[in-house]
């Protein structure tokens, strides 16, 4: 009988089946993250001045209200 053989055979399966597991929660874990973000731009962050310019693009204020809140902005 070759017990010792065994020995190392059930260590190295127990292990691949322990790298396996974490593996598969860290793919799931990862999934999750990406599908709650969602599609919105991670790490990006809109100034007001930002806004401001978008608005003025739009049409939806004149260029003395542009100017004026730009002005006011760049006070702060």
């Not at 874990?29 to 969602?38: D, E, H, I, M, P």
Request: aromatic share 14%.
């Amino acid at each position: 009988m070759h017990w010792g053989d065994y020995g190392w055979g059930m260590g190295f399966g127990w292990i691949a089946m322990f790298i396996f597991w974490v593996l598969v929660i860290v793919g799931v874990v990862f999934l999750v993250k990406s599908l709650v973000a969602g599609s919105g731009q991670r790490g990006t962050t809109e100034t007001a001045l930002d806004i401001l310019k978008k608005r003025y693009a739009r049409g939806e204020m004149t260029h003395e209200e542009y100017v004026r809140a730009r002005d006011e902005l760049k006070k702060e």
